[in-house]
């Protein structure tokens, strides 16, 4: 049974209003329910500006997007937005409130915790997320203070909270250390396993990162897609080594997926 259509676009473009530069130049994605894909590419790419398309932040300047159903520019992006998940580490959360504080503010879609939202189900809600999320230790521990692993587990906890259907994570292993990336890693491949209509987004500039459960990735160079579809077929050392400009060596082990530069 084919799954439903989460992501649909269709020669989407967005160029800037005042200079006119082409940032996306006819991007067409296809993305179903439970599937979880990458988006990669150099800086400058695209990635950033065709998450914010996903998640209804921007309209395109032509073609046609339709998120969840909706298409954008016919639906009210609020009620919308209420139904994705966004992650980022440049998040504006509250540093000196606590974990679980942080995971309501979620519910209610607000900076600060607007306390009289938060009836006894949102709160069990949010432990439960934080569990999920190995994040129960430090629960009560105020934001500010957790590792930066710990913060984007919190953050993914926090994202989780309105029960989205499409997950965007916006390179949400910035800056972590191995052992904190690799706690996320797993955290999102258990999400995948026990989410199965759950469809996550992630953009990322490595493919160590990109957990085992990835099902599809796309390439993006100048705006233009190089490459998109089951990530076996476009994580190739030539696929990517067209998307970065430079030679580039691809090898998987146990699921997990290596770049190398290709020189020698």
Same mark, same amino acid.
């Given at each position: 049974?084919?799954?439903?259509?989460?992501?649909?676009?269709?020669?989407?473009?967005?160029?800037?209003?005042?200079?006119?530069?082409?940032?996306? &130049?006819?991007?067409?994605?296809?993305?179903?329910?439970?599937?979880?894909?990458?988006?990669?590419?150099? $800086?400058?790419?695209? /990635?950033?500006?065709?998450?914010?398309?996903?998640?209804?932040?921007?309209?395109?300047?032509?073609?046609?997007?339709?998120?969840?159903?909706?298409?954008?520019?016919?639906?009210?992006?609020?009620?919308?937005?209420?139904?994705?998940?966004?992650?980022?580490?440049? @998040? =504006?959360?509250? @540093?000196? @409130? %606590?974990?679980?504080?942080?995971?309501?503010?979620?519910?209610?879609?607000?900076?600060?915790?607007?306390?009289?939202?938060?009836? &006894?189900?949102?709160?069990? =809600?949010?432990?439960?997320?934080?569990?999920?999320?190995?994040? /129960?230790?430090?629960?009560?521990?105020?934001?500010?203070?957790?590792?930066?692993?710990?913060?984007?587990?919190?953050?993914?906890?926090?994202?989780?909270?309105? &029960?989205?259907?499409?997950?965007?994570?916006?390179?949400?292993? $910035?800056?972590?250390?191995?052992?904190? =990336?690799?706690?996320?890693? &797993?955290?999102?491949?258990?999400?995948?396993?026990?989410?199965?209509?759950?469809?996550?987004?992630?953009?990322?500039?490595?493919?160590?990162?990109?957990?085992?459960?990835?099902?599809?990735?796309?390439?993006?160079?100048?705006?233009?897609?190089?490459?998109?579809?089951?990530?076996?077929?476009?994580? %190739?050392?030539?696929?990517?080594?067209?998307?970065?400009?430079?030679?580039?060596?691809?090898?998987?082990?146990?699921?997990?997926?290596?770049?190398?530069?290709?020189?020698?």
């Amino acid at each position: 049974m084919e799954r439903s259509v989460v992501v649909e676009l269709d020669d989407v473009s967005v160029r800037r209003y005042v200079t006119g530069q082409v940032i996306l &130049d006819r991007v067409g994605l296809r993305i179903g329910a439970g599937e979880h894909w990458a988006l990669l590419g150099a $800086n400058g790419a695209g /990635k950033t500006s065709l998450l914010r398309v996903v998640g209804a932040v921007t309209h395109p300047t032509s073609g046609t997007a339709r998120i969840l159903g909706h298409r954008l520019g016919r639906v009210d992006v609020r009620e919308l937005r209420a139904r994705l998940g966004h992650v980022s580490s440049s @998040q =504006r959360v509250p @540093q000196d @409130q %606590t974990a679980t504080t942080v995971v309501l503010t979620g519910a209610s879609g607000t900076v600060q915790p607007l306390w009289r939202a938060y009836d &006894d189900a949102v709160r069990e =809600r949010a432990r439960a997320l934080l569990a999920e999320l190995d994040c /129960k230790d430090f629960a009560d521990r105020p934001f500010g203070v957790c590792s930066g692993g710990q913060r984007a587990r919190v953050l993914v906890a926090r994202a989780l909270m309105p &029960d989205p259907s499409l997950l965007l994570l916006d390179e949400p292993f $910035n800056a972590l250390d191995l052992p904190s =990336r690799e706690d996320l890693v &797993d955290a999102l491949a258990r999400l995948a396993t026990t989410r199965p209509d759950l469809t996550t987004v992630t953009v990322t500039h490595h493919l160590e990162e990109l957990p085992p459960t990835t099902s599809h990735a796309l390439l993006l160079r100048e705006g233009r897609v190089l490459a998109s579809g089951p990530v076996g077929d476009v994580l %190739t050392g030539e696929a990517l080594s067209a998307c970065f400009g430079r030679p580039v060596e691809v090898t998987r082990q146990h699921g997990r997926w290596y770049a190398r530069s290709g020189r020698p």
